[in-house]
């Protein structure tokens, strides 16, 4: 039999942690939507050495702890916070939390099988000053990666709006 006070922390435990997969998917929604609406349209519009040069700059740059505690860790907390709901929350709630992590799953893949490929493939083609071709290295890259960041970021996006929907119903059956 589960006391009072061990029930109160289960629903506490459970809130913080749809708090956290909410706030960590939001974070990761924000960093594609950033990419679709400000760097990749800006980016258009610099010489392709430039371009070249820029992203891969870029792609070094995020494999950083900070990113991947963010990124990997909104699915880590999405997971945790659809347990603890399957555990004894409400179902309504787990049935957006485990949309959120369809969405959020379906992002990773993208990212992992689309975008880290084709940022890899952008690595080996070597020093943008050393590039004879860099207007064929940008065009083997720029119009997939971005088309695929979109979908990114719609799907992250989607995921975050389950998990802020499902925190409003959690609050609502406190």
Not at 126 to 154: H, I, M, Q, S, Y
Request: net charge positive; with cysteine.
């Amino acid at each position: 039999m589960t006391t009072r006070t061990g029930a109160h922390g289960m629903a506490v435990l459970r809130t913080v942690t749809l708090i956290g997969a909410t706030l960590t998917a939001g974070l990761a929604a924000g960093l594609f939507y950033s990419y679709a609406c400000s760097v990749m349209p800006g980016l258009a519009k610099v010489d392709d050495r430039a371009f070249v040069d820029t992203m891969q700059r870029i792609n070094v740059a995020i494999l950083n702890g900070w990113f991947m505690l963010s990124f990997l860790g909104a699915l880590v907390l999405i997971v945790a916070a659809g347990f603890l709901q399957w555990r004894g929350g409400d179902r309504t709630v787990l049935l957006w939390i485990v949309a959120a992590a369809v969405l959020y799953l379906a992002m990773l893949v993208i990212t992992g099988a689309i975008n880290v490929p084709l940022n890899d493939k952008l690595a080996a083609a070597g020093a943008p000053d050393k590039l004879t071709d860099p207007a064929a290295v940008r065009a083997a890259f720029e119009d997939v990666w971005v088309r695929w960041n979109v979908v990114r970021a719609v799907t992250s996006t989607a995921a975050f709006a389950c998990l802020t929907w499902a925190l409003a119903l959690s609050g609502r059956n406190s």
